[in-house]
Nanobody, 116 residues
């Protein structure tokens, strides 16, 4: 099994930046992709960005050009650099690890609030 711990959330003004981290432990060799999701109050959880073990990335249209996902395989950590933040980016951000054998692990989430 894989355990995920997110960090880096907080309160930021519109136009500001934050960097989220997701540290994986346990059976990390089984991870082939990591992703960030977010869930705003009253809304469904939505995919923000994904990165494969090989470094291939994909983004939701709403964050493309503003957010950047990366992965340090040696440190078993994924990052989400968020720039030009907007109030609509306010949500709980979750890290997810996809493993061989169709297994999935989720982190506990970290709150991001964009407000003046």
């Amino acid at each position: 099994q894989v355990q995920l711990v997110e960090s880096g959330g907080g309160l930021v003004q519109p136009g500001g930046s934050l960097r989220l981290s997701c540290a994986a432990s346990g059976s990390t060799l089984s991870i082939y992709a990591m992703a960030w999701y977010r869930q705003a109050p009253g809304k469904q959880r939505e995919l923000v960005a994904t990165v494969t073990k090989g470094g291939r990335t994909q983004y939701a249209d709403s964050v493309s050009g503003r957010f950047a996902i990366s992965r340090d395989n040696a440190q078993n950590t994924a990052y989400l650099q968020m720039n030009s933040l907007k109030p609509e980016d306010t949500a709980v951000y979750y890290c997810r690890a996809d493993m061989f054998g169709s297994r999935i692990s989720w982190g506990q989430g970290t709150q991001v609030t964009v407000s003046s």
